[in-house]
């Protein structure tokens, strides 16, 4: 086998294989820079709290529907949503910070979701629902995640400024007039629908995997905002390709990989990045004063 057989066949023989690829570019486009976000707001594990908030909605969705696109989503837009809000409130009117007011409602979420699927369906669809479908990604499901990364973009774009000014000083964004809480929600429901459009390729186990470390290991790439943005999306989508080959060609599950490989670079960025990396670190600390 030649190399360009090995890196390209997959994708030039089969159907699947391109659904699965344009699927996660679509998903790394949109939910990346999102993860940058949170890692900027300090919130980088609601990211996994969110998408553990979804799986109730999205259990009873299949208990309705079965794998219905629609149910599914409506589902766990509905319950991201609402556990979003219920973590808001807590936070304003308690003392309990949001981090830990989502960590306690995702692990309700979380409970709750998979004793519907179990008790309502097989272990097969438990796994479904878990750790995605990616190989079977249809062309619905590739249309709706495409639409939601687009709507991002386009939202990201549009709220970029006030988007970055409450990641690093959210008093200043309400003291000069900024409407501090909308942008919030704003942001909050964008997490929310990219882990919804997600978690039909990746599970809801694993769609955090492709926001948050493609997110972390831009740090070590970029300084500026944007450029961590356009790194994540780039690393996300070379994850992708590399998971989705390592699956093809050793037979193994395509989710588990693909957060692998982004693991895997993420400990690379750690190791070797431009910037803050141990490598340039130790660079630094040798260079003469």
Excluded: K
């Amino acid at each position: 086998m030649t190399l360009v057989e090995f890196f390209a066949s997959p994708f030039a023989d089969y159907g699947f294989m391109r659904r699965a690829m344009v699927g996660c570019l679509a998903l790394s486009l949109g939910a990346c820079p999102l993860g940058v976000l949170l890692v900027l707001r300090r919130m980088s594990l609601v990211g996994d709290a969110m998408s553990h908030a979804i799986l109730p909605g999205a259990a009873v969705g299949f208990l309705i529907a079965g794998f219905s696109l629609f149910a599914m989503t409506v589902g766990g837009i509905v319950t991201g949503l609402l556990v979003a809000g219920l973590a808001g409130m807590v936070s304003r009117f308690t003392p309990l910070r949001e981090d830990a007011s989502f960590a306690a409602f995702y692990l309700a979420s979380l409970g709750i979701g998979v004793l519907l699927v179990s008790v309502h369906g097989s272990n097969v669809d438990l796994l479904h629902v878990l750790f995605g479908t990616v190989l079977a990604l249809d062309d619905p499901a590739i249309l709706l995640i495409a639409g939601i990364a687009t709507a991002t973009l386009v939202l990201l774009a549009l709220l970029y400024r006030p988007l970055v000014a409450e990641c690093l000083d959210p008093q200043f964004l309400r003291a000069v007039g900024g409407s501090g809480g909308f942008v919030h929600m704003a942001f909050i429901s964008l997490v929310v629908l990219n882990l919804v459009g997600g978690f039909q390729a990746l599970g809801t186990l694993m769609v955090v995997g492709i926001m948050m470390l493609p997110a972390t290991a831009s740090r070590f790439w970029s300084a500026s905002v944007t450029g961590q943005m356009i790194m994540s999306s780039a690393i996300g989508i070379v994850s992708s390709y590399v998971g989705l080959l390592i699956s093809f060609h050793q037979n193994l599950p395509a989710s588990p990989a693909i957060i692998l490989s982004a693991s895997v670079i993420y400990a690379l960025s750690v190791l070797v990045g431009r910037i803050d990396s141990v490598m340039a670190r130790s660079i630094q600390l040798r260079r003469p004063i």
